[in-house]
């Protein structure tokens, strides 16, 4: 194939959250080149409507995106589909308090003030998951939202909050200054697509060889990952200026419950998300698998997928 | 109060013997290193109207800085009506050269703004306003605010402020600066009935010679800085005047007595030596 | 200033706010990292587009607008208006119109700056004392020569104070550029450590952001004092 | 009188004219219909919100938010102003860092505000200051500095004490600079709240704004976009009005 | 150009057959409803000094901006060495009554504006600035800039950017309103020395009565508005003149006669019937 011009796609939360984990390591690895793309960056955003947009506007519209902002974007009418998988789990995502904190579990939370990151965000499912689980009514305890992971952190350590939402790599990295409430996986079953890859109806229709790709690679990239956290977590840690001591940490973790998914959809995982949606009250309306995603440029062997 | 008996001397007292309303002895004022006035001895008589001329910058405002006890002298001393003065003495009414009317008020609530401070009975103040802004010929622009007005309506706000307060020492510094002057003539004739009808001392600073001849009982011309008194001027106008008194040939005679004192100075004070 | 930084550390804590001295190493370290210079060539491109647009565009328009009274009336509360409008609300029509990448940055950044700088001019020229001009025509000036020896020169000390007010404004629109969507830049720094939690990036990335626009308004400001000679 | 009414007439109709564009570039479907709405749903879709009363918690939020924070940002700027105008040397230190305090985007202190203010909406509130304090101290210092010399000299010849001198003189004289500067607080409120909740709230118009945004609810988006740029554009209209009568009242012929 | 014979008439002919310069013939201003001047008739005769006095408002400086071509009359024609005036003409300068001295240039570089722009050859100016400089007495601030200077400095800078281009015909509006009477005198003075060695003739605009009468050949009275000319008085100075006239019987008559004529003019502007 002929090498084709330096491009840049989009990958939601780059350099602060893991998503863009495949791809760092994809680039590095020359997974991209060897397919004859030249991907020079990602472009990213820390809102999930923003990278649903950035995708639109894109040079190449491919996105790893969040699932909820799709599916939101395809209910609004925008032309874009759904062709692969991304992260498919929220195994990492916990609650955390301060070494002396009064919330040590779920039936603690009753009148205490619980931080998560923004209104109909994944965080906030899970944390009215939890609230369920735990019995307990929205009234009966004081959620705020607080914004990213960083300031759920500095909202612990400032102690304006009992309890706030972290994750990776914050978790690993501030181990001893906080520790852990409960667990995201303690309240519903972690499997839930967080990612998915999109791309407009109008690259569906001319941009296929490209996307197959960007797909393929991203694949060798989760599985390169797998075989080698250590060598993946530093080159992860480099991309995203880390501390590989710390990422090394966090990639034995997704290594472990399987945080990558290699790029098949797993509609389990995807009506879990839908569930969620529903709970914050964000869903519009009923959807359809079957005209939301195109699975053609999927590989062969994850065509058929759960 | 002082009475002192002299003939016209260098602290410039007339020849008849009269009551000293305000003085100056031995007065000097220094900016930094700038020597700007002094030293200097005044009397002013008591409803005199007296004028200062002098070359730009010889220190007249400097004069009446130290007179009203807005500045402080570095040397000598100031008195009014026999007390040592330090700060604007109750009795001494100014009016500056610049336009001091108060543009978010209106001409009215200028002219009654001292009297109000001073917590004056309103209807006590309603009539005085009434009368200065009739003698002032601003009854119909009471109303109006000083952006309304021209610079010669706005400064006779700022006398009529002045007025209501009953000074009993008027201090004015080129009140008139802002006119042309024929309009500045006849602005004295007012000037000149009111000084007449309220018997107060006037103390006038200004550039024109014709003005400070048709005005006054005396008249200080000033070297250049440090201003100091070269001469003091005796006019002998009646006490009924006006400004009618400029075609009359005496007239002359005083304007040309002062330009001969200034002519020198002023050439100094604009830095040229003599014109060829 | 760092008395009151060191005193806000001590209080707030190392997780809101990094301490001076641990600002400056921090600083020092990503001054010295070939990253930091990529990132920080992408802000500074973005940000001399935006300034070169929004100072041409706004000069321009000051002038255009102050020379036609009429016009200039008619248009002076519209451009106030839009200067107060919260801009951030306007990313997706700016993403509409100017696409990714540069593009939008720079459009983030003239958006924030071309107002004032056009106001400034704008009230220079409408305030130019009137006898100037006259004096022009005196003196058989042609339009294009009045305008280059006299209108130019005499809206000078405004249009510098414009430019420092649009000076900063642009490059805080950069950064708001570059926070919603980038890969690189000094903006993508700071939102970065923000998510990250990386407090030291951050303030020193601010810290740096504060240095280059002090020292900037300091040399604008020494031109101005320098080489401006207002009326007295 | 008819120039004004001229003047505000050209100003309506180009204004007009510009809706009508849109309108019509929206229309004919020159722009996508799903980046751009036209303006006529924009305002029945707002009409709409406003009446079920949807917005309501979110307008008055905001709202408050933003009282509190002009009004703080007035009365410690003016404070700060008449301090630091009597100290002149504190003022050339303070000149450069003014000026260039506006290149600085507030809002990354958002976690240094949550430290000190705790996670309410103290920290909103000192975002919407932010620009705002510093505007109303570079109003009030302009204002100060164009007192008229021969004014306090005539509060002076009138032997007014310090406070009357402020009261009666200072303060009246500086008025339609401090007004300047209340309107550009005001502004700055708006823009600085609205941007902190557009990023980090869970209330208020900001966050109801990037909450359609994120939702790809364009019409909403659109809708209070629309309101919020009527809102704000009608303040500064009315403060600019009032302005304008004030200065023109002054203006000396 | 037009040689008439004719004595002091209403166009204000001197009495002896002279070149006419400049002319205005039933010139007429109106500014929207507001008639400001004329119909007016005058011919300016080559080489001589003539000034305009007048109420503030007459129409003074709106006559000023018809003869010189920065604006034009809505009736009757204006002449300029037997050409029709449309925009200022070459040979014409003109000193305004405001500041307008360009604060962006030193003083030398203000002086050589002029010159400059009329791409006269670099030698060439330096020679005709440093003369200017010399003559209004700024030499020594040859390289300040007009906000370090005085008021009275700033208008003669002006004077001397006019001057260098060597104008045949000199319009000044007021030049002298910021200065003090006695610098104006003496100010008087230098344009009198100056109007001698250029030979050019000299329209001049004052409020002051006296710097009219001391340095006019003839001195044309205006009404108030719309301004027309009640009389043209003749001095009859010699060329040979200076400020120290003022001293002298037969400067008080000119002066007289000229207050005698405006002082009911100049209450009608003020709005005041007479002085009581
Ligand atoms: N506050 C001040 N600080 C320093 N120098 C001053 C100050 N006030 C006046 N001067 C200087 O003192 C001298 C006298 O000034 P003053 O204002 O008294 O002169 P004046 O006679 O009133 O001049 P004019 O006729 O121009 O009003 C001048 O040289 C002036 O520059
Ligand atoms: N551009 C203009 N538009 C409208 N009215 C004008 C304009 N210029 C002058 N006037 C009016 O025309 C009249 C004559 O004005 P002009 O300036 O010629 O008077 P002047 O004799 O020069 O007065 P002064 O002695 O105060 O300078 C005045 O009433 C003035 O208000
Ligand atoms: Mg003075
Ligand atoms: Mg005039």
């Known amino acids: 194939e002929a090498p084709a011009r330096a491009e840049t796609i989009t990958v939601t939360h780059w350099g602060s959250a893991f998503y863009g984990a495949p791809y760092a390591v994809a680039l590095e690895k020359g997974f991209f080149k060897k397919r004859g793309l030249d991907i020079t960056g990602f472009l990213t955003s820390a809102g999930g409507g923003t990278s649903v947009r950035n995708t639109l506007a894109g040079e190449v519209p491919f996105g790893e995106v969040a699932l909820p902002a799709a599916i939101l974007a395809i209910q609004s009418g925008q032309p874009i589909k759904i062709i692969s998988g991304g992260v498919e789990s929220v195994e990492d995502i916990l609650w955390i308090t301060q070494p002396d904190g009064k919330v040590g579990s779920l039936a603690d939370l009753k009148g205490k003030k619980v931080a998560y990151t923004a209104p109909g965000s994944v965080t906030n499912m899970i944390i009215l998951n939890c609230l369920q689980k735990a019995g307990l009514e929205q009234k009966d305890l004081q959620l705020v939202a607080a914004g990213d992971l960083g300031a759920n952190l500095s909202a612990v350590l400032n102690r304006a909050v009992d309890a706030a939402m972290s994750g990776e790599p914050l978790w690993s990295g501030n181990q001893g200054k906080v520790k852990a409430a409960f667990w995201a996986k303690d309240c519903m079953n972690p499997a839930l697509t967080q990612t998915v890859g999109i791309t407009t109806a109008e690259f569906a229709k001319t941009g296929g060889d490209k996307l197959r790709a960007l797909i393929e690679a991203r694949r060798e990239g989760v599985a390169y990952i797998k075989a080698h956290p250590d060598e993946a977590a530093d080159i992860v840690a480099k991309a995203y200026s880390g501390d590989p001591k710390i990422f090394r940490e966090v990639f034995k973790h997704f290594v472990g419950f399987e945080y990558f998914g290699d790029g098949r959809l797993h509609y389990d995982n995807m009506n879990r998300m839908l569930d969620g949606m529903k709970l914050v009250g964000r869903l519009k309306g009923p959807v359809e698998w079957g005209q939301v995603v195109d699975t053609s440029f999927l590989p062969k062997d994850l065509q058929a997928s759960q | 109060m002082a009475v002192v008996a002299l003939s016209a001397d260098p602290r410039g007292m007339p020849a008849q013997t009269r009551e000293v309303h305000a003085a100056l002895r031995g007065v000097t004022r220094v900016y930094g290193r700038l020597a700007a006035l002094g030293p200097l001895d005044l009397d002013l008589v008591k409803g005199e109207f007296f004028s200062v001329v002098g070359p730009s910058g010889c220190g007249k405002s400097t004069l009446l800085d130290v007179l009203s006890g807005l500045g402080r002298p570095n040397a000598g001393s100031v008195t009014f009506e026999g007390a040592p003065v330090a700060g604007v003495p109750d009795g001494v009414g100014i009016v500056f050269q610049e336009d001091a009317s108060f543009p978010w008020l209106t001409v009215a609530d200028n002219v009654a703004f001292g009297l109000r401070r001073a917590g004056t009975d309103p209807a006590e103040i309603a009539r005085r306003v009434d ?58 004739d007012e000037l000149l009935r009111l000084w007449r009808e309220t018997g107060a001392t006037v103390l006038l600073i200004t550039h024109a010679l014709d003005e400070a001849a048709m005005l006054s009982d005396r008249i200080g011309v000033m ?50 030596k003599s014109v060829p | 200033m760092l008395g009151l930084w060191q005193g806000l550390h001590a209080y707030a804590g190392e997780a809101a706010i990094a301490s001076p001295l641990a600002a400056f190493r921090h600083l020092s370290g990503l001054l010295a990292s070939a990253g930091f210079w990529s990132h920080a060539g992408a802000t500074l491109t973005a940000f001399a587009g935006a300034l070169v647009i929004s100072a041409l565009l706004g000069i321009g328009l000051g002038l255009v607008l102050g020379l036609r009274r009429f016009a200039g009336e008619v248009a002076e509360p519209i451009l106030a208006g839009l200067y107060s409008i919260p801009k951030v609300t306007l990313y997706p029509v700016i993403l509409l119109v100017f696409g990714l990448g540069l593009g939008a940055k720079v459009a983030f950044g003239v958006i924030h700056g071309v107002i004032p700088i056009t106001l400034f001019t704008l009230t220079a020229v409408k305030g130019i004392n009137p006898v100037l001009i006259r004096t022009a025509r005196a003196m058989r000036l042609s339009q294009a020569a009045t305008i280059r020896t006299i209108l130019a020169p005499a809206v000078l000390p405004e249009i510098v104070t414009g430019l420092r007010v649009g000076f900063s404004l642009t490059l805080l629109g950069v950064l708001v550029g570059e926070m919603f969507a980038s890969q690189k830049g000094l903006g993508f720094l700071i939102v970065n450590g923000i998510s990250l939690h990386n407090v030291k990036q951050t303030t020193a990335v601010i810290l740096m952001l504060v240095i280059v626009a002090v020292a900037a308004n300091g040399v604008l400001l020494w031109l101005d004092r320098r080489f401006i000679h207002r009326a007295a | 009188m008819t120039r004004e009414r001229a003047v505000t007439l050209t100003r309506i109709a180009w204004i007009a004219g510009f809706v009508v564009l849109l309108e019509a570039v929206c229309r004919l479907h020159l722009v996508n219909p799903l980046t751009l709405i036209p303006p006529s749903e924009m305002a029945t879709t707002l009409w709409g919100m406003l009446a079920s009363g949807e917005i309501a918690g979110d307008i008055a939020r ?37 000026a260039s305090y506006y290149s600085i985007p507030t809002f990354v202190f958002y976690p240094l505000f949550v430290a000190i203010f705790g996670l309410n909406s103290v920290p909103l509130i000192v975002l919407g200051m932010a620009f705002g304090v510093p505007a109303m101290i570079l ?28 009261a009666h003189v200072v303060m009246p004289s500086a008025l339609p600079y401090l007004l300047t500067g209340v309107k550009l607080a005001l502004a700055y409120a708006f823009i600085g709240i ?40 009608g303040l500064n209209m009315t403060l600019h009005a009032w302005e304008g009568r004030l200065m023109r009242r002054r203006a000396r012929a």
Not at chain 2, 238 to 253: L, M, Q, Y
Not at chain 4, 77 to 85: N, Q
Not at chain 4, 156 to 161: A, E, P
């Open chain 4, 62 to 98: 905001t709202f408050s938010t933003v009282a509190i924070a002009v009004v703080l940002a007035v009365a410690i700027g003016f404070t700060l102003g008449v301090a630091i105008h009597a100290l002149p040397r504190v003022r050339q230190g303070l000149d450069p860092l003014l």
């Open chain 2, 223 to 272: 070297s250049s800085r440090p201003g100091r008194f070269i001469e003091i001027v005796e006019t002998g106008w009646p006490r009924e005047r006006d400004s009618r008194i400029v075609a009359e040939e005496r007239f002359g005679h005083v304007t040309a007595r002062l330009w001969s004192h200034l002519r020198e100075e002023s050439l100094k004070a604009i830095g040229k």
């Open chain 4, 194 to 233: 609205i941007a902190g909740e557009f990023i980090l709230a869970d209330a208020g118009l900001g966050h109801a704004i990037a909450y359609a945004y994120d939702g790809f609810e364009n019409r909403t988006m659109y809708a209070l976009m629309l309101f919020v740029l009527v809102v704000v554009t």
């Open chain 4, 139 to 166: 109003a009030t210092l302009n204002g100060l500095d164009r007192v008229p010399r021969v004014l306090m000299r005539t509060a002076r010849s009138y032997r007014l004490g310090r406070l009357a001198t402020l």
């Open chain 2, 131 to 188: 009368y200065a802004l009739g003698f002032m010929g601003l009854t119909d622009f009471a109303g109006a605010y000083p952006a309304q007005l021209s610079g010669g309506m706005r400064q006779r706000v700022c006398i009529a402020r002045t007025l209501v307060t009953q000074p009993r020492l008027i201090l004015l510094d080129e009140p008139f600066g802002a006119l042309d002057q024929q309009t500045r003539l006849l602005m004295g």
